[in-house]
């Protein structure tokens, strides 16, 4: 199975934002005023060339998301936080064009969570069907979604993605999970904690998986050290999706790609797992 990661524009956050300090609301105000800034992180858009038809995992961030109406004027603060750079030919219609991937192929987009630098490139799939979990649409829709810091104003109008709610069983550690392909081979399983319903990804390839993680964190490094971010939603949701993790992938070889981690690539590329001393 070919995998491409591709790179959808760059995000640079607060360290707090990556690495969060303190409990509750405080946490979320030290990440939002915090001075120092991470390097430029990749976002990253996975496209998988299944036999079943194309899947794209998470969609980017759009050309125009540094404008100052981007965000909505209540949301200063996450503007100041989080700075993107993307020109309009590296979103993900454009860069997937360049590969000789058409987008209109595309079978299946799974969204790990609906922040604005995974959904922001709904557009360029017109002829896919759309999933996304239960719990993070019922977050994120409406005007609770709004109110919750989603930009759920820029999707495209009727945009009605199908609702993962895991009810094919447990799976290891996970609660639940739900089977995409009729090979069984590309597998949903809820990773709450960054967001209410944030899903994960996960694909057999021989004895490997390789698990497509959106944020559940933001690095590696910050899976195995225990980080949990300074903007999520449940600190202990969070840890204990680490937990989960960590301990499938002490009995799968798994192959860990976080959206936003610089190392992710080249693991994918060398099929690189998670090491346990
Ligand atoms: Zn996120």
Redesign the pocket.
């Known amino acids: 199975m070919k995998i491409h990661a591709i790179e959808a524009g760059r995000v640079r956050v607060t360290k707090r934002w990556i690495a969060g300090e303190g409990k509750g609301f405080r946490r979320l105000l030290n990440a939002l005023f915090d001075k120092t800034m991470t390097d430029w992180l990749p976002i990253y858009v996975w496209v998988i060339e299944h036999p079943e038809g194309k899947i794209v995992i998470d969609t980017g961030i759009p050309h125009d998301a540094n404008k100052s109406r981007y965000f909505p004027p209540f949301m200063p603060l996450v503007q100041r936080a989080a700075h993107f750079d993307i020109s309009e030919e590296e979103e993900i219609g454009p860069k997937m064009r360049a590969l000789g991937l058409d987008p209109k192929d595309v079978r299946w987009v799974i969204l790990t969570?609906l922040?604005q630098?995974?959904d922001g490139g709904l557009h360029h799939f017109p002829c896919a069907e759309f999933l996304v979990s239960q719990d993070e649409w019922d977050f994120a829709s409406g005007l609770k979604g709004r109110l919750n810091g989603y930009l759920n104003q820029r999707w495209p109008r009727g945009f009605a993605p199908t609702r993962v709610n895991f009810g094919d069983g447990p799976l290891g550690p996970f609660p639940g999970h739900t089977k995409l392909t009729c090979a069984g081979d590309v597998t949903l399983i809820p990773t709450p904690g960054?967001?209410p319903g944030h899903l994960s990804v996960l694909v057999k390839e021989g004895d490997a998986t390789i698990m497509f993680a959106?944020?559940t964190s933001y690095t590696e490094n910050n899976l195995i050290g225990m980080i949990a971010d300074g903007v999520g939603t449940d600190i202990d949701a969070e840890l204990e999706t680490h937990r989960k993790i960590l301990a499938y992938a002490y009995k799968h070889p798994t192959v860990y790609l976080p959206s936003h981690d610089p190392e992710a690539s080249k693991r994918l590329a060398g099929r690189i797992a998670l090491q346990f001393e």
Do not use: K, P
Request: hydrophobic content about 10%.
């Open positions: 969570h922040h630098d995974h960054h967001a959106g944020d």
